[in-house]
């Protein structure tokens, strides 16, 4: 990359710190269970408040809530009709979709989601609507990465009620990198002969410091990929279309940072026999491709007055996917 494309866009991306990339977004629809249970379907995640009102009720809840790492995908955009395939999470007037633009220009045309750090205050009932408000607060310099070279921009979302009730917050760190030409770029995995089965839930473990927790092994299927992709409301064609995935840097369609989050708090979850999710804060270290697998591990790092911390890490078979630090309720 040229050190005058580098310096220009470096200059833009601190000129935005502080700007929103997304207007003020309202839900288009309220909380519902039938979302709920799609995006529980996606992640392998069985547990009864989410799904079954009566256990729901017995918790002390009024109806199911919706597991906290679904904070994300109320106010995602979708599929709109008018919005562009390649919009990303970005609807019309969005700074995000000028910012996004103006690096492809400069030769930035990659994205990954590289970091998520989540925060769940309360819980999400059935019927709510949620707002978020964002901004961006950092960006870094230049940084040569296995993908090619390119910035960490990162922005920071409130998300409330309407009524004003404040349910959580993400601050999400995306990777703008060069891509490298699709003929240098590895070739995607073969198809196993067989589909592999859907994966076992975890068994429970002791939370004492220093407790193993796994291995868990979670196949990366196209249809893993898809389906978290859809329950997720994220469309950017990187999770589906290999053929935009690698024109964009990657080696094949990838599994979105939504659905690695869901499925390692469904893991925590169950290992620690269904505590509630505090805090979850993942780095995303290379991508999940079609084909590959994660083998997921945890060790209780700290114990604390009601609370437990986890230290996980999400292996694929040549490397590292995430690693993630998650805090639950005692």
């Known amino acids: 990359m040229a050190a005058v494309s580098a ?20 839900a288009r ?6 979302a709920i249970r799609t995006w529980c379907d996606a992640m392998g995640e069985r547990n009864p408040v989410y799904l079954d009102p009566a256990a729901a009720r017995a918790a002390g809840h009024g109806d199911v809530i919706a597991p906290p790492a679904m ?24 700074l995000d979709e ?32 949620l707002v978020a408000e964002d901004e961006y607060v950092t960006v870094s310099a230049e940084k040569q990465t296995h993908l090619g070279p390119g910035f960490f921009l990162t922005s920071r979302t409130t998300y409330t009620t309407t009524e004003g009730t404040t349910i959580g917050t993400l601050a999400t760190t995306v990777f703008h990198f060069a891509p490298r030409p699709a003929g240098a770029l590895e070739p995607p995995f073969a198809a196993p002969a067989q589909l592999p089965d859907r994966p076992l839930p975890a068994a429970a473990t002791s939370l004492a410091a220093g407790e193993q927790c796994g291995p868990v092994v979670v196949p990366v299927t196209p249809t893993q990929i898809v389906a978290g992709a859809l329950a997720t409301r994220d469309f950017y064609p990187v999770h589906h279309d290999r053929d935009f995935a690698r ?17 390692l708090a469904r ?14 804060n993942t780095s995303i270290v290379a991508p999940a491709y079609a084909h590959d697998e994660l083998t997921v591990t945890g060790t209780v790092t700290d114990v604390g007055d009601g609370w437990t911390e986890i230290g996980l890490r999400a292996a694929l078979r040549t ?12």
């Open 29 to 34: 629809d309220a909380v519902t269970a039938s």
């Open 71 to 94: 904070l994300h995908v109320w106010t995602m955009p979708g599929l709109e009709p008018d919005r562009p395939f390649t919009a990303g999470p970005a609807r019309d007037g969005d």
């Open 247 to 263: 024109a964009h840097g990657n080696a094949d369609f990838l599994m979105n940072s939504l659905t690695t989050n869901g499925i």
């Open 319 to 330: 490397g590292v996917h995430a690693e993630a630090l998650a805090r639950v309720a005692r």
């Open 7 to 26: 310096s220009t866009a470096r200059d833009y991306l601190e000129s935005i710190v502080g700007r929103p990339p997304h207007q003020r977004a309202v």
């Open 267 to 280: 893991i925590v979850a169950e290992w620690t026999d269904q505590a509630l999710l505090l805090h979850l």
């Open 98 to 129: 000028v910012v996004r633009a103006k690096l492809a220009e400069l030769g930035y045309a990659g994205t990954l989601a590289a970091a998520i750090d989540q925060e769940f205050l309360a819980p999400l009932p059935v019927g709510e609507r």
